[in-house]
């Protein structure tokens, strides 16, 4: 069976959705293909911060009812070291803006209805995904569902497909270049069943390594710790973590975290990696098919949300116009966003985190860095310009 549409997107992630979703509302058709199942990708829990820009563009879109009712709004934001808290004034320094802690789970829900809702057609369990001719005028998406081959034929393709996706490995090894960094340490992620230890996120460098505190709703915190990245959960009962928790976070004042019982454990890994070009023929690269950041500057979904605003911006231009001058441009004009994301996510990481060749010189480097961004307006700014969002162009 072969289907026709303008625009092919594999991926129901969050960039293939909005991706779609924003095409929509210009009139432009288009079909997303996904590998899971409806249920797999709106029960995959992930946590997501999400930055000003993010939250503004979706309520534009009107799929923001839910966000706007359970998102938690944070003006703010503290960083700890040194058995001293430090709260560094996100609004204030940046005009009135802020960033909403709402999982990223909760966003691929709202898009996938939204979709659903205005008649959009998603292929759930669409299973070896194959993309040809990207460098025709008719390039082509292969898949099998239900044990049937269907075929969707498109003038364009979203690789939305995320970072173990095929739709990157489709770009030529010969005009691909990939930048790689590997980090010696992963996060050790707990969902806990406490109220609020906090009403904004905590960031905390202590001599044991890195700790994160944030809220996911009323009744529950998501919370983190630096940790082996070969680490395995069963080695750590509920005691232990929590003993790890109060000694990472432990303030001068005696601050603790609400602690309860924990139903949710998992290691994450930690890596930076680019993509480039994030095109190739009519094939173009968004979200993680394209780049990952490390979770510590909360850039991840932000990132896959300007890359698809870009790209649809250059789509609805092509099938308006004719003209191919944005989507010409898409691959550099995201990447400029890409990069300086990668550069305050590599900033924060290695500002916050026990590297294992860190030396007493290094600690005390990074002391003063916390000093500095905590005491100076200017670099506290810098900070919260970045944590809020950078413009999408």
Not at 248 to 259: A, F, I, M, S, V
Not at 317 to 338: D, P, W
Request: proline share 4%.
């Amino acid at each position: 069976m072969t289907l026709l549409t303008q625009v092919g997107i594999v991926g129901a992630g969050p960039a293939g959705l909005l991706l779609s979703h924003l095409l929509h509302l210009q009139g432009i058709e288009s079909i997303v293909i996904e590998a899971r199942t409806r249920d797999e990708i709106e029960g995959t829990i992930r946590a997501g911060v999400l930055e000003q820009g993010t939250v503004d563009l979706l309520t534009e879109l009107g799929v923001a009812d839910r966000l706007k009712r359970e998102g938690f709004v944070h003006h703010g934001i503290e960083l700890r070291f040194a058995g001293r808290r430090h709260r560094i004034d996100l609004s204030e320094l940046t005009g009135g803006k802020a960033i909403t802690v709402y999982a990223q789970h909760e966003v691929i829900r709202d898009l996938v209805q939204a979709r659903l809702a205005a008649n959009g057609m998603i292929v759930f369990n669409a299973n070896d995904a194959q993309i040809h001719d990207t460098e025709t005028d008719a390039p082509r998406i292969r898949y099998v569902t239900d044990g049937q081959s269907q075929e969707i034929v498109c003038q364009f393709i979203g690789g939305c497909d995320g970072f173990h996706g095929m739709c990157r490995e489709s770009i030529p090894e010969s005009v691909r270049r990939e930048y790689l960094r590997t980090y010696p340490f992963g996060w050790f992620g707990i969902l806990a069943e406490a109220p609020p230890s906090s009403h904004e996120l905590i960031y905390a460098l202590h001599e044991r390594g890195f700790a994160l505190v944030s809220t996911r709703s009323p009744t529950l915190q998501r919370l983190y710790f630096q940790c082996d990245p070969h680490d395995r959960v069963e080695r750590w009962s509920d005691d232990r973590i929590w003993t790890e928790f109060r000694s990472r976070l432990e303030t001068q004042d005696g601050w603790k975290p609400k602690e309860g019982v924990i139903s949710q454990k998992s290691v994450i890994a930690m890596r930076s990696f680019v993509c480039e070009p994030m095109q190739h023929g009519r094939l173009f690269l968004a979200g993680d098919a394209a780049h990952i950041v490390p979770p510590t500057g909360a850039k991840g979904l932000n990132l896959a949300v300007a890359d698809v605003r870009v790209l649809a911006q250059a789509f609805v231009e092509h099938f308006r116009t004719g003209s191919a001058e944005r989507l010409q441009r898409y691959s550099a004009t995201a990447l400029r966003r890409v990069w300086k994301a990668q550069r305050f996510s590599w900033w924060m990481t290695s500002m916050l985190h026990q590297f294992p060749d860190n030396n007493p010189y290094q600690r005390r480097v990074q002391l003063a860095e916390l000093d500095y961004v905590t005491s100076s307006r200017a670099a506290a700014t810098t900070l919260a310009e970045n944590y809020v969002g950078l413009p999408f162009e």
